[in-house]
């Protein structure tokens, strides 16, 4: 049986503590660099229209006594134009914001990775594969709702059998389409190039389960074993920028079951052999197991 034994999220957890924060203007992801406008005493001068003002009206005048108090404002203006000499129109990356050059909403993402079960007793599972994609729309700089759809390939063991005492492998063909939809939170903003996140929602599952092509001629019953699944669907990935758009993700999901049904097909004239009646202790086995999944993909940011 394949046995997953946290080695993917040991190493994603390491990647979320080893990543630093990356300045935009480095990665030259989209951002605007941070302009500041340099302002000399005498622009600071004109720029004050009280002052300007005043030394106006002590040029038109001709005493002397309101001259020098035109003089001494003229002083005072220019310390306090001193003051303002720097004004940032633009601020970067470390605690402080950063301008953006375009807004990017939409995100679409194919995957490709396998999936396996979790907490069953009754039969061994070898994983195959899975692939799907996910497509995305950003609320807000670290948020974004996102669905995704999966297909997922195992490959099953029957149970023990008492005639034989031992689980023969790889008997039964097990494919699962699943939908989920939830909402995914980044732990670091767009301006960095490596983002932890986590996601919640709703899954749907539906799966068959088959003979492989070797047993099914021994088999008197035709037809799929179905299982539907209602489940809560849970993921922690790390999203990697190449440039502001293109991004790399790697992905550990676990789908836990909140509600579950499984269908046996007919049996033909009503009888149910020995290798069938094996299927039916291994589906209903399946419907109440957890699914978890490890991916990785190549997402686009429209």
């Keep these: 049986m394949f046995k997953f034994k946290g080695v993917l999220p040991f190493a994603l957890l390491m990647l979320i503590l080893v990543s630093d924060r990356v300045n935009a203007e480095i990665w030259e992801l989209g951002y605007t660099k941070p302009v500041v406008e340099e302002l000399n005493d ?41 003051n303002f000499t720097r004004i940032s129109t633009s601020k970067n990356t470390f605690g402080v914001e950063t301008v953006e050059q375009q807004k990017s909403s939409i995100y679409v993402a194919p ?23 996910r ?39 097990y494919r699962q389409r699943t939908m989920d939809l939830g909402g995914k939170l980044f732990f670091l903003g767009r301006e960095s190039r490596l983002r932890p996140f986590i996601y919640g929602g709703f899954a749907m599952t539906n799966a068959t389960l088959n003979y492989a092509t ?46 579950h049904k499984a269908t046996a097909p007919t049996a033909n004239g009503g009888v149910v052999n020995l290798l069938e009646s094996s299927r039916i202790t291994a589906g209903n086995s399946l419907s109440h197991s ?12 429209f």
């Design 111 to 133: 995957f490709f990775g396998f999936a396996s079960v979790l907490g069953n007793g009754t039969v061994d599972v070898n994983p195959q594969y899975s692939f799907g994609g």
């Design 290 to 301: 957890a699914t978890y999944a490890g991916s990785l993909g190549l997402g686009v940011y």
């Design 214 to 259: 070797n047993y099914q001629a021994l088999s008197a019953v035709t037809g799929d074993f179905e299982i539907s699944q209602l489940q809560g669907a849970g993921q922690l990935g790390l999203e990697f920028a190449f440039t502001r758009r293109i991004v790399a993700t790697a992905t550990f999901q676990l789908n836990g079951v909140l509600s």
């Design 42 to 82: 005498e622009d600071a001068i004109e720029s004050l229209p009280t002052e300007n003002s005043e030394i106006a009206e002590t040029e038109k005048s001709p005493k002397t006594v309101e001259a020098k108090v035109a003089t001494e404002d003229l002083s005072s203006s220019k310390s306090s134009a001193r």
């Design 135 to 173: 497509i995305g729309y950003l609320l807000l700089d670290n948020l974004m709702i996102e669905g995704g759809y999966s297909r997922n390939w195992m490959m099953t063991s029957a149970p023990i059998s008492t005639s034989i005492g031992y689980q023969a492998p790889n008997v039964f063909d």
